[in-house]
């Protein structure tokens, strides 16, 4: 007797397609099946009546299989991040045939005893089914985090501790190994094959009940799920550029939901969402005692007289120094003084950026490399300069004023393995570096020892961006770096800026800052309404124009929804792809989806709750 199945193709754009089999299947089986003579992996969703057209046959069973939990998650993801099931689907890991219910009677015993503030927290958190940690730079996060981690494993349950960098990993694991020993796994897209199928395994088999890793770490088969930990929970690494384009932190507190977990997520800087939405306790003070001071400069970015006193007082004491600049290579532009034109990219519509040491200009978007040009490209002139100055540059002009100094450069361009950040970090921290010149991964939650330093350079960039969160992500951005100086001990704060203001009321206690966003953003920004972006790119830019006149017609018949804006990508052209964008926002969530699964079978890309409007 011949059975029909509903089938969705694993990574495929396609709705469920109907096959038939021999055998009585069940909703979650992975089959093996063929679309246009090539053989494809999908999923059983359901049994279905006979159709009136012939079906191909499933080929074959596979051992491993996705819980009815896992189809009802996927099923929220297509819905809500406008996706394929095939999409959704393909996020997660399956569950293997050989689960078994492994419980150890293995006490683990904490290392550490927690201090009074941290105890407080601890049982703040205990007592929500999900919370928020909000604790300033070196209060204690981590111990309390471990210290639910035991309880959660201790009661027969297993956990998932979320980190937005894979360079943030290998600190952790450290951490964690002395504490968990071989219960704990890392996980992130740079493990090897093998070694991911070894961590399958053991989880399958009850070995491994702590998972720690980057935002891919939520969808593996973790059985019995008790506690997720979102660590540095505003990052935006949590959120997927690609599709699905979904938010790590925000299926964190739904996965928790439906497998009646814990959640907790942490942050010095929280999000403006996870303020106003989730139970909070803030955790002030640093777990070491620690003194700081601030000093503005109102300047552009450069390295100034007073920056250059600064750094030579802390190195003649011994204290390291990082400084932050938001872009990497020497100048983020070169610009013509006769015709006032910028050396763009012939594919992208952004300057190119100047790396001396490839004496080359490189586009950062589409990586396109082209000499450094002598001359004009645009009116022929020879008066070129160059302005953004970045982490190569800062770099190479303090080696002049420092020559007995090592200063290391911290940036994309420097780091590109884990192997590269961790030798660079360890010279950093046993003193073969002096200064530590870097990019936003300075900001993250890295192990840095001494640091009697921070300077801030460049936030201004940050701050004028065509962003509502422009400001949030600068006063964030300060606070974490000015949170690496004076650990323990005294710190300064060095920050080079054209808008003090905006940062002085607010250094001593981001909280505030947060009420004050609060205020500036009820009724037009999140988190009191909804956002969706819709991105067009096409080849032709009359195409491109064409397709945003249709969706901006569209949207017309979706009164509830305000077109915030539409017209040109900030960036134009990216690739060779024209690319143009529309913003819309709405009270009513379910609508703003509506009218996203209205435009999704047209050519373009639909990012709910978005983070970028470049």
Request: charged letters at 25%; a positive charge.
């Amino acid at each position: 007797m011949k059975h029909y199945f509903l089938i969705s193709l694993l990574s495929s754009p396609l709705s469920p397609l109907t096959y038939e089999s021999e055998y009585d299947l069940k909703a979650g089986n992975i089959v093996e099946v063929t679309l246009n003579k090539k053989s494809r992996l999908g999923v059983v969703l359901s049994q279905t009546s006979k159709p009136a057209f012939d079906c191909e046959t499933i080929m074959g069973v596979k051992e491993a299989f996705y819980t009815p939990k896992t189809l009802l998650l996927a099923k929220f993801i297509s819905d809500y991040y406008v996706c394929s099931l095939g999409d959704a689907l393909k996020l997660f890991v399956p569950y293997q045939k050989s689960n078994v219910d492994f419980a150890t009677d293995t006490k683990i015993i904490s290392p550490f005893t927690l201090s009074k503030a941290q105890e407080k927290a601890y049982e703040f958190l205990s007592h929500h089914e999900r919370s928020l940690l909000f604790g300033d730079t070196g209060s204690g996060k981590t111990e309390i985090y471990i210290k639910m981690i035991i309880e959660t494993l201790n009661n027969g349950r297993n956990a998932i501790l979320l980190m937005p960098e894979i360079g943030l990993t290998p600190q952790m694991k450290k951490r964690l190994m002395l504490v968990f020993g071989e219960r704990v796994a890392i996980w992130h897209s740079k493990v090897s094959k093998s070694k991911k199928e070894s961590i399958i395994q053991g989880l399958s088999e009850g070995k491994i009940a702590l998972i720690a890793g980057t935002r891919s770490a939520l969808f593996l088969p973790i059985p019995k799920l008790g506690l997720i930990v979102v660590d540095e929970e505003h990052d935006d690494s949590y959120k997927s550029s690609q599709r699905p384009r979904y938010n790590a932190r925000d299926l964190a507190l739904l996965f928790a939901k439906r497998y009646e977990a814990k959640v907790v997520l942490g942050s010095a800087t929280p999000t403006l969402g996870s303020y106003k939405n989730l139970p909070k306790y803030r955790l002030r003070g640093t777990y070491f005692d620690s003194q700081k001071r601030f000093f503005y400069e109102n300047t552009i970015s450069d390295i100034t007289t007073g920056m250059v006193e600064k750094i030579q007082e802390h190195l003649a004491a011994n204290h390291k120094v990082i400084i932050f600049v938001p872009t990497r290579a020497n100048f983020k532009y070169v610009s013509c003084f006769d015709c006032g034109a910028t050396v763009m990219c012939p594919y992208c519509s952004v300057g190119m950026s100047l790396h001396r040491d490839k004496n080359a200009l490189v586009c950062h978007y589409c990586h396109y490399a082209e000499r450094i040009p002598k001359v004009c490209p645009t009116c022929g002139g020879e008066n070129l300069h160059t302005n953004r100055i970045g982490t190569a540059q800062i770099v190479s002009e303090l080696k002049a004023h420092f020559p007995n100094n090592t200063i290391g450069k911290f940036d994309r361009d420097e780091v590109r393995t884990i192997t590269q950040l961790n030798a660079i970090l360890k010279d950093f921290n046993e003193g073969a570096i002096d200064i530590l010149v870097g990019t936003q991964m300075l900001s993250k939650g890295h192990d840095y020892h001494a640091i009697g330093l921070s300077i801030i350079m460049g936030i201004d960039a940050i701050l004028n961006m065509p962003d509502f969160r422009a400001k949030e992500k600068a006063v964030s951005l300060v606070h974490q770096i000015a949170g690496r100086a004076g650990r323990s001990g005294e710190g300064e704060v060095y920050i080079q800026t054209q808008n003090p203001e905006v940062f002085q009321n607010f250094m001593d206690d981001y909280e505030r800052f947060l009420k004050d966003e609060m205020q500036h953003r009820e009724e037009i920004y999140p988190p009191f309404i909804k956002l969706l972006k819709i991105l067009i790119s096409h080849k032709k830019d009359e195409k491109a124009q064409e397709l945003l006149d249709k969706v901006m017609r569209i949207a017309r018949d979706f009164p509830k929804i305000e077109v915030v804006g539409g017209g040109r990508a900030n960036i134009e052209k990216i690739a060779g792809k024209f690319r143009y964008d529309m913003l819309l926002r709405s009270t009513d969530s379910k609508e703003l989806l509506r009218f996203a699964h209205t435009c999704k079978q047209l050519p373009l890309e639909i990012d709910i709750d978005p983070l970028s409007f470049s």
